[in-house]
């Protein structure tokens, strides 16, 4: 059963941190791309950044320089560090996986989607 849980979401101010995990299991966590994604409030999910298996990354223009991606592969595990937070990061942040880098890549840029998800970790940021 393949499953992405999510976790490291809460409330913090404007200017502030916070590191985004994703533990996966039920598949072959090393042969996928990862990525994460987030859905604000009355709006449609967008895509932040993605991670191949190559170890390359892409990131969105709204976070290039404040969000890294990162992964360890030992513990199947996703991470989303978050710096220099804005109240306009506030969204659900959803992990996801795909086996073709090129939907993977798609998907973040908005086109298409991806093979696994995870349920999501809630980011408020204050002003």
């Known amino acids: 059963q393949v499953q992405l849980v999510e976790s490291g979401g809460g409330s913090v101010q404007s200017g502030g941190s916070l590191r985004l995990a994703c533990v996966s299991s039920?598949?072959?966590?090393?042969?996928?791309?990862m990525g994460w994604f987030r859905q604000a409030p009355g709006k449609e999910r967008e895509g932040v950044a993605a991670?191949?298996?190559?170890?390359?990354?892409s990131y969105v223009d709204s976070v290039k320089g404040r969000f890294t991606i990162s992964q360890d592969n030992a513990k199947k595990t996703l991470y989303l560090q978050m710096d220099s937070l804005r109240p306009e990061d506030t969204a659900m942040y959803y992990c996801?996986?795909?086996?073709?880098?090129?939907?993977?890549?798609?998907?973040?840029?908005?086109?298409?989607?991806?093979?696994?998800w995870g349920k999501g970790t809630l980011v408020t940021i204050s002003s």
């Open positions: 996801a996986a795909e086996w073709y880098y090129d939907e993977c890549e798609a998907a973040v840029r908005g086109r298409g989607g991806m093979d696994y």
């Open positions: 991670l191949d298996s190559d170890g390359s990354t």
């Open positions: 039920g598949y072959t966590y090393s042969s996928y791309c």
